[in-house]
């Protein structure tokens, strides 16, 4: 879907790494939660308290999910997903244009 309709959004960006990764959180009308941002090159590592489906939109990322030994690389168009309460990392060769979905109370 490339269009969010019917939604609210919060005004105050969410701003992380000294702002080389930035988000805005949108609210749909269902009550799921998403994330509109951008991420700047370089090397990062977060923190999920609720399971995540990433989608990236533009870009290139190289993913190091939760419990495994090899990156893989995510190019726009693609997905991946994050199990609720853990931690990955992601490398940005270039900017790159996400939409995370927060999907709660659900494992992988």
């Given at each position: 879907?490339?269009?969010?309709?019917?939604?609210?959004?919060?005004?105050k960006?969410?701003?992380?790494f000294?702002?080389?990764?930035?988000?805005?959180?949108?609210?749909?009308?269902?009550?799921?939660?998403?994330?509109?941002?951008?991420?700047?090159?370089?090397?990062?590592?977060?923190a999920?308290?609720?399971?995540?489906?990433?989608?990236?939109?533009?870009?290139?990322?190289?993913?190091?999910l939760?419990?495994?030994?090899?990156?893989?690389?995510?190019?726009?168009?693609?997905?991946?997903?994050?199990?609720?309460?853990?931690?990955?990392?992601?490398?940005?060769?270039?900017?790159?244009?996400?939409?995370?979905s927060?999907?709660?109370?659900q494992?992988?």
């Amino acid at each position: 879907m490339s269009k969010l309709n019917n939604v609210s959004v919060v005004k105050k960006a969410n701003v992380y790494f000294d702002g080389k990764v930035t988000s805005r959180t949108v609210l749909l009308e269902d009550g799921e939660k998403k994330t509109l941002g951008i991420i700047l090159p370089g090397q990062y590592e977060f923190a999920t308290d609720d399971k995540e489906h990433m989608e990236l939109l533009a870009g290139k990322l190289k993913v190091l999910l939760p419990n495994s030994m090899e990156w893989i690389t995510i190019n726009a168009g693609q997905t991946f997903e994050i199990p609720a309460h853990s931690k990955f990392k992601i490398i940005a060769e270039e900017v790159s244009d996400y939409c995370c979905s927060y999907l709660k109370n659900q494992s992988i």
